[in-house]
Structure formats: C-alpha cells, structure tokens
C-alpha cells in the first residue's frame, strides 16, 4: 500500500507561470473513490501588454479585453457552478479551492476608480457587458447582491502600475448553469472547443457531473527581470464524473438491473439464494475510455499551443503505477512519467483523434488522498417562515491550528441578529473570533455582509450560529417560484495559516448555498385587499365624520325641521329665492 | 381596608405579578418579543438589542435596516447590563415603567377631567370609576402585561403619552411639554396630540387661576417650547450618533414602511399588495387619514379634551403604520376614564367580542399561516381586519356617546328620548 502522490507538488507543476505571448492547455485526469473520476480542464493564454494597447489579439479574446478595457477592470476572476465537492469522500479540492465557486455564478473583480461610487458604476458596467458576454443573468448583481470583502480575497496578479483598486464581488446563487453559459466560455479559447482537449467539452455531460464548475480569471502578470507585463487568462473547468452514469449511452439513458445470471452473487450473505442475489463488491477500478466519458472524441491537439518541453504535454493522468492504460490513436503521440510514475502525460498528436483506454482492473494500491486542512457546512435551524437561525459546522482534522477568514454576503431579506452571534469550539474558552467586520443590509438597498477571522485549534470542531428574520416583501418583489423559496449565497472560507499553496491564488472552500422559504401573500388578491382595506378604514372614517359634522335632534323635531341633507338645503336655498322674488 | 394599603396592594401585586412571570418562565420575554403582534419592527426589544450591540461596538445601528428606534435609547439601556446574561435589570425596568404609567394614569383619573372640565360638566359626572380602579384596569390588562413581558419600547412611549395627559390635566406645563416631546421624539405621532392636549392645559390653568392667560400668547408660547425641547432631543441624538442618519431610519421608516414585518394594523397587507406606482400616492393617503381626525375631533370636541386625547390614542392604535396591542392597552385603558358614557354606547357587547375573537384567533391563524403551511396570508389579515374593526367600533360608539351626553346637557329635555342625527 504504496503509491504515494505528491498532490502539492503537482498542482504547482500545472501552474507554471510564463510570461510572454503563448497558449497552454492541460487536462488532468484523476480517479476518486467511489468510481468518480475528476478532470480538471486548464486553458491559460497570455498576451502582452504592449500588444493588447495595439488592439492585437492574438491568444487573448478581443471580446473580453474590451470589456475590461473599458470597465477599468484589472483582475477578475468569474465562477460559474454546480453542484457540491464531496471533501469527506473526494479529499482535497482542485486548485486548493481558488478555481472553485459557489453555486451559481460568482464575481469578483479589483476595478481601477477614483472613489466608490465610480467604482461601483463601472461595476454595472461590467456586470452587464459579461451578462451579454457569457449568457448569464450577471445583470442581476445589483447593489443588494454586492459585497466589498475587506480580508477574504487577494490580488492574484501584479498592480505595481495601477492605484485605486476596488474590489467588489456579486453573487447568484439562484442562477442555474446550463449550456449556453459553456458555449460562450468554449468560444473565448483560441481553438474555439475544435481541437485540444475543449474538444471533450460536451454540455450533456458537464452539467451532468455530480460536481463543476468553469471559472474565468483574467489578472496581469509582470516579469521581475524585465518589467515586461502581460494579461493572463485562465480559464479551467473541473468537473467530477460519476464514470458509471457517465458511461451510459445516450440512446439508452436508463440504468436497468441486469439478468440475475449476469451478476456475480455475494454468497457469503445468509439470505443469499437462487432468486436473491446481493452484487459482489469486486474491489476493481471500472473500465472506462474517454470517448464514453466524455461522449466524444478527443480531437487532437490545438495546434497553437506551445510544443515545447512538458508544457506540450496537454493530457496527464494521475493513476498508481500499475494501473494499465492503453492509447488509442492513429497520430504521432509521446509519452512522459513523472512524480515517481503516478503522473503519466500524453503529447497529443495533430489532427488525429485520440483516446485512453482502461481496462477493469483490479488494484492492490490505491492513491493517497490529501486530506482538506478544514470541512465546513452550514445549513438552517428553526422552522417556519418567519425566522430562524444558521448553524455553520467547520471542522479541523488536522494537527496544526488552522486561521481562516469566514465571508458572509448576505441577501437583505434575512437580516441576522449580529448579537445573537456564537462562535464556539469545544475543546476552547475563549472567542475564536479574532476580528469581525460587519456591515448590516439596508432594505432593497445592500446585502449584509459578515467577515470574520477565526482560529480553529488543532483537531477541534467550531461551531458558528446566528439567528435571523425573514422579511416579506412587496408582492412584486417575489420571484414567479415564490413558494421554492430564496438562495443565500454560500459562504467563503479562506484559509489564511497554515498556508500550504505554493502561489499567489490562496486556499478556498466553500459551503452550499441556503435555502429560505419567505413568508408569501397571497398574489391572487391584490385588488381585495385595497378594497376590504379601505372599506375598514371608510367604516372608521365615515361613522367618526358622521357623528362630528351631523346635529342631534330628537326625533319629535325631524318632520319639523324638514328633511335634512342636500335635499333640505335645496328647499331652504328655493324657499329663500322664492322669498327674494315675491319682494323684488 | 385604608387608601394607602390597597394602592401598595394593587402596586405590589402588580410587580408581583411581572416579576413573577420572568423569573418563572424565562424563555416567555422572548417568546413574546418575537410575536408579531406584540413587537414591531419600531418597538422590538431583539431589534433594540441588536442596536445596541452595533452601538457599543462602535458600527452605526442607523446604517442598517434593523434598528429603527429613537438614538437616546441606546445610552440608556447602555447602562443596564446585558440582558441576554443578566435579564433582571431590564425586567425590572420594564415593570418600573408600567407601574409608573399606572401611577399617572391614577393622576388623570383623579383630576376628573374625563367628567368636569372647564366649559362643560357632564350630568352623569357621579358615575366614575375610583382611580385605583382606573389604574387597576391598566396594570391587569392582559395587553399590558404582554407588552411588559415583551419587553417593547412601546411601554415607554405609553408612559410619556400617559405622562403627558396627566401634566396637562394638572396645569403643569413644563412637565407637559417635556413628556409630550419625549412621547413625538419616540415615535413621532404622539404629535397629533399636542392641539387637544393644549387645550386640556389651558382649561386646567384657566380653572385653577380664574385669569385665564391670552390663549395667543399661550398657544406660541407652548408651540415654541415644544419646538425647543425637540429640537434639543434631537441634536442630542445627532450628536450621540454622530451624523442625522438616524432621522431617516427612525421618523423614515415611519412614514414611508420599508419595513412589511406582519403586525395588527392595516398597512403592512396593503401595502404588500399595493402596485408600485401608487405606493407613494397611498402612504400620503394615509397619512392624511391618520392626522386628519386630529382637528375635526378637537373642534367639535373643544369642551372635552381629554376625551380628544383618548380617542386620538385610539385612532392611532388603529390606523398608524406600525400598531401593535401596546397602543391598543393604552387606549383600552384610557377608556375606563369615562365610565359615565358606558351606559350611553350601544354597541359594547359586539366591540368586546370582535375584540376577544381577534385576541384568541389571530395568534392561531398567524400560525397557521407561517408554521403550519395550512393557511395563507389571508388568514392573518382577515384578522386585523376584524381587530381594526373592533377597535374602531369602540372609537365610533364612545364617540357617539360623548356626543349624545353633550346634548343631554345642552338640551336636558331630550334625555333619555330617541335621537337623530341631521
């Protein structure tokens, strides 16, 4: 039981930075337990800033560099996600978390401005051009969905040349990524998903995946020898595939139980029989190709990337040694081992499709897995839909105390009772909050926002609560789906000390957004409210005005007096005429 | 049993009473804090906590949307210690005040300007309830006691409301002045009583010093008083603060309802419903409909101010943005005061019983509606529909019968004969 894999080493080894005009693409492909598999797509091009002021685009999208140009944005980095990483079973997240989003669309950006409220309309600006740009609902990250995080999040790139930088971050976490947010992202590639290992990229099974998400950063990059910068796009899409689902055909979606003669019987089970039959857990790795995976062919390499060295190198699997992997292609492909063998990389061949082939096997070692330094999950207490209370559970297992920063942005709706706040662990006294930054929602206007930096001690639980309100909303205010209820956005957790990166991008994870079901009116009715309302408020008005401009006379008085209201004063304005006009 | 021993009995069981249900049940206070028809979002204790949190820990409780209560409550319950740990110091605070405005409201009540004042003495002035009785009334109303219990800043304004009255009854004008500004500056309406109160005051000066002043002078003296002490409340507050933020998150969120949280009054449903383009237009609306029974009851009712005042108190448990059962307890007990129309008002029967089954079945529909899922927003408001109406059907009937007395003295000879309205 060997076969250790330097994971640390090996996400750095990815990341290598190069700064000049050039392409990169790497796909790494990494079976999990649990028969999942998970392929990290990486896609970074560079271009130089000299060439970019010439509006010379040669790798890097002129779509997107306009848009930059012209929001003032300096770096950017935009999540688009679905589903939820698995860390108890899946281990540690690709990219230490920092390519990872919650679910739904998130951004977050450093734009230059003079003040806030420039800041804040190139913003808009931003939000709007990316919304046409990727087929997203960006334009919804309004005010309300937007947060200034003052310790969560750090400049990637290099800002040695611009001041005045802004960051701002927006949150959808109702957004629902689908296709048409992969073709726009497929697009802004230099090879357009044709050629490369974007061929694989198929919406039916992307979004199929138990867990994916595709990220966009954009950050400037500056040689220190020369002083030479360049614009560096990275685009990386991590997916986890359920290899068993995935290999279903198209035309035959629907898993169906074998022949009772096809399956391999546990016979150890005591009600084990000729009718019963419990499947023997065979122990194996399943068998699997690329082509079924993907549900299409890989179609060579892009012919623009660099074919120099590893970097050429586009397609990595991280397997033990003895698994067996046999390549399917017609082209010229080499083959490359590192990191005592775990690492096998594939030069793709030109123009010819290309495929991996793994046959059932049955291992004797497995991978190690890196164990995440922190589990977080938050989720709500309390029923009805008139309050409740959030519980966040994030758990040390490691042996070093861990120091994080916890980012709350919250919708206005739900309004958190800030001094009903507990942070507590239970092997410690004292408050692990060590700093808090705290900016409470105004109504229909900004979002709350919660930031706190926090010690965990070693191999302790913290446990995190709050309580809240929910706030019912004008009736126009609710979504067609009112009764679904409404997301919060997941919470950011950024992991400060032990700091175990070997860049600049930092060490992230994220919970699974909330779920609030608001209290409702009714939407049917609005037109019977205004008028039992107001007949209320007429039966109070009308009786109170009635008795104070009308006179008591007793009843014996009334035929005396003549019939009152209009009617009596027409008859005394008539009788008065009358009196004039017999005198005249 | 002497004077002195049953009014410490009813004082003492009174706190008894509050102090008891604390200590025993010490989850009720924020059981009851979190009822919707107790707390509102101006009036909530958790909310006020939640100020003061914010406040002690140096961030604005005015920039944000939960804390909508007047600036100088925050020193003030500054100085308590934190009652989520140590909760007796504001329990006892809380049953301080009720006491107090029992004790004020047993000052109106001996004044006997419910029944005599200056330019009118009503014939039934003989049927009258004693003051202890009055003040009983108030501390035992089970509205009161919830209000209490809850813990609602409502209790304070009640108590400077209450102080007002009795300052005016008595011909103390700095007094006056002083409660009424406290009363304004903490929730603003209390304002509209000024004009009845005023002339509460100057009859009761008038009366005692048989010169009575230039009601000129009087009227812009008083004006000018009240336009100092709140001006001084409020750049106190400013200065405390730090910035006039909070004129817009306390007296704003008044006028303008950002803030739907279900409560027992008409606006939130209506409100909820209403289209956006006239959101405006109707807030205006009703604002006018709130301030304009202020100068139709004081001219018609120039003879009884006081009655003025206490039908005001009604109207505002009625028809203000954010009423709760505290503004109903104080008008329910303000009433008690004119003992002699009971025997004039013909719908009491169908008041009081509009007024229980809104009581019992509004806190059982508002569960239906937010916990049981079994029913929906309707529930609640056909609720304070019928609460509202209630309410407003004691306002209109003892209006009918303060009326209805007024004649029988203008014209002895139609007591006891049937009237008609013309």
């Known amino acids: 039981m060997l076969s250790f894999l330097p994971v640390l080493l090996l996400n750095a080894f990815l990341a290598c930075v190069c700064a000049s005009s050039d392409y990169h693409e790497r796909l790494l492909l990494r079976p999990l337990p649990q028969s999942t598999l998970l392929a990290s797509f990486n896609f970074r091009s560079n271009e130089s800033s000299t060439a970019i002021e010439q509006q010379n685009f040669r790798y890097f999208p002129r779509s997107f560099a306009q848009i930059l140009e012209h929001a003032h944005t300096k770096e950017l980095h935009l999540r688009f996600s679905v589903g939820r990483w698995d860390a108890e079973s899946w281990g540690q997240r690709p990219w230490y978390g920092a390519r990872e989003g919650g679910t739904g669309v998130e951004l977050w950006a450093w734009i230059e401005a003079q003040n806030e409220e420039e800041a804040f309309s190139r913003w808009l600006t931003l939000v709007n051009s990316l919304s046409g740009l990727f087929c997203a609902s960006l334009n919804f990250i309004d005010a309300t969905k937007t947060v200034r995080p003052v310790m969560s999040f750090d400049p990637e790139g290099d800002h040695t040349n611009s001041s005045n930088l802004h960051l701002l971050h927006g949150n959808l976490p109702h957004e629902v990524v689908c296709t048409e947010n992969l073709t726009p992202f497929l697009k802004l590639l230099p090879c357009k998903g044709k050629a490369g290992i974007s061929s694989l990229l198929d919406g039916h099974k992307l979004f199929d995946a138990s867990f994916q998400t595709m990220a966009v950063d954009v950050r400037p990059v500056c040689d220190s020898n020369d002083g030479g910068c360049s614009l560096q796009m990275e685009q990386s899409v991590d997916m986890v595939l359920d290899i068993a689902r995935s290999k279903r055909p198209r035309d035959n979606p629907i898993p169906r139980a074998l022949p009772i003669g096809e399956i391999e019987c546990d016979t150890s089970k005591p009600y084990d029989a000729e009718d019963t039959c419990y499947p023997l857990d065979k122990k194996v790795e399943p068998a699997w190709k690329l082509t079924e995976l993907f549900g299409r062919p890989l179609k060579g390499a892009c012919p623009l990337t660099e074919e120099m060295g590893d970097e050429g190198e586009s397609l990595c699997i991280n397997t033990p040694p003895e698994r067996e992997i046999q390549v399917n292609t017609t082209g010229q492909y080499s083959e490359a081992r590192t990191a005592l063998d775990t690492l096998r990389c594939y030069k793709l061949p030109v123009g010819a499709d290309f495929d991996l082939v793994l046959p059932e096997q049955k291992m004797t070692t497995g991978l190690v897995r890196a164990q995440p330094q922190l589990f977080a999950a938050r989720s709500v207490n309390g029923h009805g839909q008139e309050r409740g209370s959030v519980q966040a559970v994030i758990r040390n297992p490691s042996k070093d105390a861990v120091e994080f920063v916890y980012l709350e942005s919250l919708p206005w709706f739900m309004k958190p009772y800030l001094h009903t706040l507990r942070a507590h662990v239970d092997s410690l006294t004292e408050n692990p909050v060590k700093e808090t930054y705290y900016r409470p929602a105004v109504d229909r206007q900004r979002g709350t926002h919660l930031e706190l930096r926090m010690i965990i001690p070693a191999a302790s639980t913290l446990i995190l609560t709050y309580d809240f309100e929910k706030a019912i909303l004008r009736y126009t205010e609710y979504p067609p789906d009112a009764n679904r209820g409404f997301d919060a956005p997941p919470a950011v957790i950024r992991i400060l000390s032990p700091y175990l990166s070997t860049d600049k991008k930092g060490i992230y994870l994220r919970t699974t957004p909330l779920l609030l079901p608001l209290p409702t009116p009714d939407f049917s009715m609005p037109y019977n409210v205004i008028i039992l309302t107001s007949t209320v408020m007429a039966l109070g008005f009308g009786n109170i005005f009635n008795l104070l401009v009308r006179r008591f006379v007793g009843m014996d008085e009334v035929s005396a007096l003549g019939a009152g209201g209009i009617k009596g004063i027409l008859a005394a304005k008539l009788g008065r005429l009358k009196a004039l006009l017999g005198k005249a | ?422």
């Open chain 2, 1 to 422: 049993m002497p004077a002195n021993q049953q009014t410490a009995l009813l004082y003492g069981g009174a706190a008894a009473v509050r102090l008891l249900l604390f200590t025993a049940f010490p989850s009720l206070p924020n059981l009851l804090a979190g009822r919707v028809e107790v707390s509102t979002p101006v009036t909530s204790f958790k909310r006020l906590q939640e100020g003061l949190f914010l406040y002690t820990h140096n961030v604005s409780p005015y920039d944000g949307g939960v804390y909508h209560q007047a600036p100088l409550l925050l020193p003030l319950f500054s100085l308590l210690p934190n009652p989520s740990s140590h909760p007796f110091a504001t329990n006892v605070v809380f049953t301080l005040v009720d006491l107090l405005s029992a004790y004020v409201l047993s000052q109106i009540a001996e004044s006997g300007q419910s029944t005599v004042t200056r330019l009118f003495k009503s014939s039934r002035k003989d049927l009258r309830w004693s003051s202890l009785a009055v003040a009983a009334g108030f501390l035992f109303n089970p509205f009161t006691i919830t209000t209490c219990i809850a813990r609602s800043t409502s209790a304070l304004t009640n108590l400077f409301i209450l102080a007002a009255i009795a300052k005016a009854c008595q011909g103390a004008s700095l007094t006056f002045l002083l409660s009424l500004s406290f009363a304004s500056y903490l929730t603003m309406h209390p304002l509209l009583l000024f004009p009845p109160l005023l002339i509460l005051l100057y009859d009761a000066l008038a009366q005692r010093s048989k010169s009575a002043p230039s009601p000129l002078a009087f009227t812009a003296f008083h004006i000018l008083g009240l336009a100092v002490v709140i001006g001084a409340l409020l750049s106190a507050s400013a200065a405390l603060t730090g910035s006039w933020d909070f004129l817009a998150a306390t007296y704003g969120v008044r006028l303008l309802l950002p803030d739907l949280t279900p409560n027992v009054g008409l606006w939130w449903y209506f409100f909820t419903e209403m289209f956006d383009a006239f959101r405006e237009f109707f807030l205006g609306v009703f604002w006018l409909h709130v301030a304009s029974y202020m100068p139709g009851l004081t001219i018609r009712l120039r003879k009884q101010p006081l009655f003025v005042a206490a039908t005001l108190t009604g109207i505002f448990a009625i028809f203000t943005p954010y009423p709760s059962i505290a503004d109903a307890a104080l008008y329910l007990s303000l009433v008690p005061l004119f003992r002699h129309l009971f025997p004039l008002m013909r719908y009491t029967f169908l008041a009081l019983a509009t007024i229980l089954y809104a009581t019992f079945l509004g806190p059982a529909f508002y569960h239906l509606w937010i916990y049981a899922g079994s029913g929906n927003a309707n529930f609640f408001y056909a609720i304070t529909l019928v609460w509202s109406l209630g309410l407003s059907i004691i306002v209109g009937d003892s209006l009918y019968a303060a009326l209805r007395d007024e004649l029988d003295v203008e014209r002895p000879e139609l007591r006891g004969k049937e009237v008609k309205r013309i």
